[in-house]
């Protein structure tokens, strides 16, 4: 059975968008995942296909209705989690998106405007799922960046020219710098111990350089590192 992506989204047409091309479209030819997605507007209210209304308590914007995202939801609701994309969610990283991608699949919703009514978030038991604390203008975006994350991890989708055992944030680090020909490039040259063939020199200045880069640029990682017992370099 192939891995199943629902989305519910107020622009279809914004679908498989950039998740047809490259890995994920050629996997999603090959049946390895599925796409279905569902237009929020066929379950609208009245003639004018309402979806929204203004917020209780005041305040800009218009909020995305409950009875309609139930609606909405009921038709493609199974075993699979139920994610609600929001900058108010718990932050996307590679351990969620790993588990993601060892289950049947996912359902996503995406919001619009100032967000979506909580009471039907609670009632569907959905998970709040954040991209990066910075807003955008819709949940589109940010389901089509899980999707990605998760899809290049489904068996058989990566070759072996882009395996992901060595990667950012298989542990808490961030990768090692690439450098590919020629070595001498406008009077730059790649690091020497790239170009000596020394296997064990090369691993030990690689995680050197994860260990350095992590400290500098993302001290919170740094200290998840330093947590697991590992030592400073
Ligand atoms: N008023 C909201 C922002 C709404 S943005 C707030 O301040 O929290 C409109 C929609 O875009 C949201 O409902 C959500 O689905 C999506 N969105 C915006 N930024 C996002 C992010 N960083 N991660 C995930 N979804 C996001």
């Known amino acids: 059975m192939s891995w199943r992506a629902d989305i519910l989204t107020l622009f279809p047409a914004m679908f498989p968008g950039p998740l047809g091309e490259s890995l994920a479209g050629r996997a999603l030819e090959a049946g390895t995942w599925s796409l279905k997605v569902t237009d929020i507007r066929d379950f609208g209210l009245g003639r004018h296909r309402a979806v929204d209304d203004t917020p209780f308590g005041g305040g800009a914007g218009m909020v995305l209705r409950?009875?309609?995202m139930d609606a909405a939801i009921?038709?493609?609701s199974d075993n699979r989690p139920l994610i609600f994309l929001t900058p108010r969610g718990t932050p996307l990283t590679q351990a969620k998106v790993r588990k993601l991608a060892a289950g049947p699949g996912v359902i996503?919703?995406?919001?619009?405007?100032?967000?979506?009514?909580?009471?039907?978030?609670?009632?569907?038991?959905?998970?709040?799922?954040?991209?990066?604390?910075?807003?955008?203008?819709?949940?589109?975006?940010?389901?089509?960046?899980?999707?990605?994350?998760?899809?290049?991890?489904?068996?058989?989708?990566?070759?072996?020219?882009?395996s992901s055992t060595e990667e950012s944030f298989s542990e808490p680090l961030l990768e090692y710098p690439h450098y590919t020909r020629p070595a001498l490039w406008?009077?730059?040259a790649v690091p020497?111990?790239?170009?000596?063939?020394?296997?064990?020199?090369?691993?030990?200045?690689?995680?050197?350089?994860?260990?350095?880069?992590?400290?500098?640029?993302?001290?919170?990682?740094?200290?998840q590192y330093?947590?697991?017992?590992?030592q400073a370099p």
């Open 186 to 188: 406008d009077g730059h």
């Open 108 to 162: 996503l919703a995406c919001g619009r405007f100032e967000g979506i009514d909580q009471r039907v978030i609670e009632a569907r038991q959905g998970q709040e799922v954040s991209i990066g604390d910075y807003v955008l203008s819709g949940g589109e975006l940010p389901a089509l960046v899980l999707l990605d994350a998760v899809i290049r991890l489904l068996p058989g989708v990566m070759g072996h020219a882009e």
């Open 226 to 230: 330093i947590a697991t017992g590992a």
């Open 192 to 223: 020497e111990v790239l170009t000596q063939g020394n296997h064990a020199a090369i691993a030990a200045w690689r995680r050197e350089q994860s260990i350095v880069t992590t400290q500098n640029r993302r001290p919170d990682l740094y200290l």
């Open 66 to 68: 409950p009875d309609v």
């Open 74 to 76: 009921g038709t493609v």
